[in-house]
């Protein structure tokens, strides 16, 4: 069973400050997928990548995936209170997605 | 458009009932995944169906089952519920994406509580 290991677990920032969320496994993925989550409401995917190295960019969210497609980050550059959240990557398999542990991210004014 | 849609949005039942729990994809869409979500944990697969089949089944005990409508709406259900059934029940539709990579859009969830 694949297992998705996300850290931090919990981050509590202020506005304007920059973070990064890691997701690492020991099995390789044809592709990894981003999603964000608020109170309430199912995951928003945020992004897929796909090729090893891949870097995206969403306005102040970057996103790579490891070279070896075992692992990836989520950098977000300047926080806003509205990117609180719980993050989650997931990975695409056959029929079904595997997601992480989750990362909940509190950004404060 | 309408995204994807479940109800109710929340449930109330005790040890030993039965739950059922319903979802309408995106239109168009013809495949319907389900999820179950507890409290500060990623969603976790439970089935995905297709075409009415299911395709996928996830590690979840036989008290759990699901099928899929001729509209491609989809139907969860629960019996003999356990007080460790409390969760967020997710439904996502699917979209074939660019590169044969699939995209599902999920719906706001049904929250269960068991007591």
């Known amino acids: 069973t694949q297992l998705l290991e996300q850290s931090p677990q919990f981050l509590s920032i202020q506005e304007g400050e920059n973070l990064t969320v890691y997701c690492n496994s020991s099995s390789v993925f044809s592709s990894l997928q981003w999603y964000r989550q608020e109170p309430g409401e199912g995951p928003v995917l945020l992004v897929t990548v796909v090729t090893g190295g891949e870097v995206k960019k969403l306005k102040r969210l970057t996103f790579q995936f490891g070279d070896a497609r075992k692992d990836s980050s989520l950098h977000i550059t300047a926080a806003q209170p509205g990117d609180t959240g719980l993050y989650l990557c997931a990975a695409t398999g056959f029929q079904k997605l595997v997601f992480g542990t989750g990362t909940r991210l509190l950004v404060s004014p | 458009d309408a995204g994807v849609t479940q109800s109710p949005t929340h449930l109330i039942k005790t040890r030993g009932q039965h739950v059922t729990l319903r979802c309408s994809p995106i239109?168009?869409?013809?495949?319907v995944s389900w999820y179950q979500q507890v409290l500060g944990q990623g969603p976790q697969f439970i089935f995905q169906y297709y075409e009415k089949e299911e395709r996928g089944r996830g590690n979840f005990p036989d008290r759990f089952s699901a099928r899929q409508f001729p509209n491609y709406s989809s139907e969860l259900n629960v019996n003999a519920l356990l007080l460790g059934d409390s969760a967020l029940y997710l439904c996502?539709?699917?979209?074939?994406?660019?590169?044969?990579?699939?995209?599902?859009?999920f719906g706001p969830g049904t929250r269960l509580t068991v007591l």
């Open positions: 996502a539709s699917r979209s074939p994406g660019t590169g044969g990579i699939d995209e599902q859009f």
């Open positions: 239109s168009g869409h013809k495949s």
